[in-house]
């Protein structure tokens, strides 16, 4: 069973950064981080989860318009991570984030096409 654990929210005034991570576990998750399409999803109170950033296998990247210019999604494969450096906060980033992974996503932001998520790390962005 393959579990991501997401940290590093916080909260922070508008025009801060945070980096966030996910971390996979047990011992399929080099093969998981390294063969599997992993993203980053938020989800606000009474909104849709709506896709931020995608990384492919081989390590192309999407993202939504709304972050463009601002996160950028990385991971390591030898530390089994997810990153998410995320610059130039606005107050409509705050959300709760959600790592996911999936091995035929193709990158879709359609949250129901990834089998794998974590629980959740909280971004709140004061203005």
């Known amino acids: 069973q393959v579990q991501l654990v997401e940290s590093g929210g916080g909260s922070v005034q508008a025009g801060g950064s945070l980096r966030l991570s996910c971390a996979a576990s047990p011992s399929a998750s080099r093969y998981i981080v390294s063969n599997y399409y992993m993203a980053w999803f938020r989800q606000a109170p009474g909104k849709e989860r709506e896709g931020v950033a995608c990384?492919?296998?081989?390590?192309?990247?999407v993202y939504a318009d709304s972050v463009k210019g601002r996160f950028t999604i990385s991971k390591d494969n030898a530390k089994t991570t997810l990153y998410l450096q995320m610059n130039s906060l606005k107050p409509e980033d705050t959300a709760m984030y959600y790592c996911a992974a999936d091995r035929r996503a193709w990158c879709t932001f359609e949250w129901r096409a990834y089998d794998y998520w974590g629980q959740g790390t909280q971004v709140t962005v004061s203005s």
């Open positions: 990384i492919t296998s081989g390590g192309g990247v």
